[in-house]
């Protein structure tokens, strides 16, 4: 089995879906497994331009993963510019996706993807600031939309205090553990 682990946080160490998503692959992989890894503030993407769909490296490292674990930490409300670079080079009319007569079509079943998110609020069903939540909404619709459901793990209330990002860590890596069985 081959595990893509892609992260893209921009607070190195401090991170908390660094350390979350790096728990989920240790809990997914198992000894033969081969780890692909793209830390995509090291070594960004560029924005997307019309020649960048010559190259596909991107788009076929994702195609040949069985799992694809994923670090997604909310700035300003969304997903890091450079997760987007990503995403741009994975929806791809006719590979990841085609248009039916009967509306579109994902084309990416069979593989499981995990998103490892970190978010400094609350966005809970009801909570005063639900309605910005475009994090883990887009990821679902853009994931849903290749044909995959995505599973989440999240630490939310990060920039409540430290109490509350040592706890939300702690619980959201105990998630992790649940993954493999
Ligand atoms: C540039 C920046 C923008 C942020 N914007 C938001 C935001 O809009 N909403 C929110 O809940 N938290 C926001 N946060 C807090 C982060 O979501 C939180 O610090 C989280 O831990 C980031 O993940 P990381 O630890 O993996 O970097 C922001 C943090 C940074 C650095």
């Known amino acids: 089995m081959t595990i893509l682990h892609i992260d893209s946080s921009i607070t ?9 998503s790096r728990s989920v692959v240790d809990q997914l992989r198992s000894g033969g497994d081969a780890v692909v890894s793209r830390d995509l503030v090291s070594e ?8 960048a769909f010559a190259d596909s490296t991107v788009l076929d490292e994702f195609l040949a993963a ?20 990503w995403l741009d080079r994975i929806l791809v009319a006719g590979k990841t996706f085609r248009y039916t007569e009967s509306g579109p079509e994902g084309l990416v079943g069979g593989k499981r993807v995990v998103i490892a998110l970190a978010r ?5 069903a009801g909570s005063p600031a639900a309605s910005l939540e475009h994090l883990e909404t887009y990821l679902r619709g853009v994931f849903n939309f290749i044909g995959i459901e995505p599973e989440f793990v999240a630490a939310d209330g990060l ?21 493999a069985a």
Do not use: C, W
């Open 66 to 85: 069985d799992t694809v674990v994923i670090g997604a930490p909310m700035y300003n409300f969304t997903l890091p510019t450079q997760l987007k670079a």
């Open 120 to 124: 400094g609020g609350f966005y809970g």
């Open 159 to 179: 920039a409540i205090g430290p109490e509350q990002r040592e706890s939300s860590v702690r619980e959201a890596l105990g998630q992790t553990v649940r993954l």
């Open 12 to 20: 190195g160490d401090q991170s908390a879906s660094r350390a979350i």
């Open 44 to 51: 960004p993407l560029p924005h997307l331009t019309l020649d």
